[in-house]
């Protein structure tokens, strides 16, 4: 295997292809690697509501976040809300877009949202599957028009969504334990 980058000042070829030596940190959780991000088993995908379910990849219940796909099989209005923290996203399959703004996100695209901002997510006609990885830090706050609260989801309420979810469906409320991070 050849060494892509230098290796670290001081450091030979032959040093720079070994693993590091030393235990991890004991207090580190486990790496987190899921071979099938986006499933081929229809169960894993979770109901949010008619048309529109989350596959979950990473809900870190000690940092307040989580990481999901987002898989839309209908178009029309998915929700209008807004985030105190930032979100990252990644198209991987149909498009979207939001109300508020002149864009649309298209396979490929990566999305960056700042706190704050309330916007209304819409998948419009044509789009059969519309699927994207999201990383939602903090909530999710959902507004009317006028930017009253509606309710709220956050990772403990995702947690919860998926154990009832795998638990209805047989495979365990247990199941989401492997994504808790």
Same mark, same amino acid.
């Given at each position: 295997m050849d060494t892509?980058?230098?290796?670290?000042?001081?450091?030979?070829?032959?040093?720079?292809?070994?693993?590091?030596?030393?235990? &991890?940190?004991?207090e580190s959780p486990p790496d987190l690697v899921i071979p099938m991000a986006v499933?081929?088993?229809e169960r894993l995908?979770?109901? &949010? &509501?008619?048309?529109?379910w989350l596959r979950p990849l990473c809900l870190s219940a000690t940092r307040g976040y989580w990481v999901n796909l987002l898989r839309v099989r209908k178009s029309g209005v998915l929700s209008r809300h807004r985030h105190p923290q930032p979100v990252h996203?990644?198209?991987?399959?149909?498009?979207?877009?939001?109300?508020e703004?002149?864009?649309?996100a298209?396979?490929?695209a990566y999305v960056y949202e700042p706190p704050g901002q309330t916007h209304t997510l819409v998948v419009d006609e044509?789009?059969?599957? *519309?699927?994207?990885?999201? &990383?939602?830090?903090?909530? *999710?706050?959902?507004?009317?028009?006028d930017?009253?609260? *509606?309710g709220y989801e956050d990772v403990f309420t995702k947690i919860d969504m998926c154990r009832r979810h795998y638990s209805a469906i047989g495979l365990g409320e247990g199941f989401v334990d492997q994504f808790i991070r």
């Open positions: 892509i980058n230098r290796p670290v000042v001081g450091e030979t070829a032959e040093e720079a292809r070994q693993a590091y030596r030393h235990p &991890q940190p004991a499933p081929e088993d995908w979770v109901p &949010q &509501q008619p048309n529109v996203a990644y198209v991987i399959k149909g498009r979207w877009r939001y109300l703004h002149d864009w649309e298209v396979a490929g044509g789009v059969e599957e *519309m699927i994207t990885l999201f &990383q939602v830090n903090g909530a *999710m706050i959902y507004v009317d028009p930017g009253r609260t *509606m």
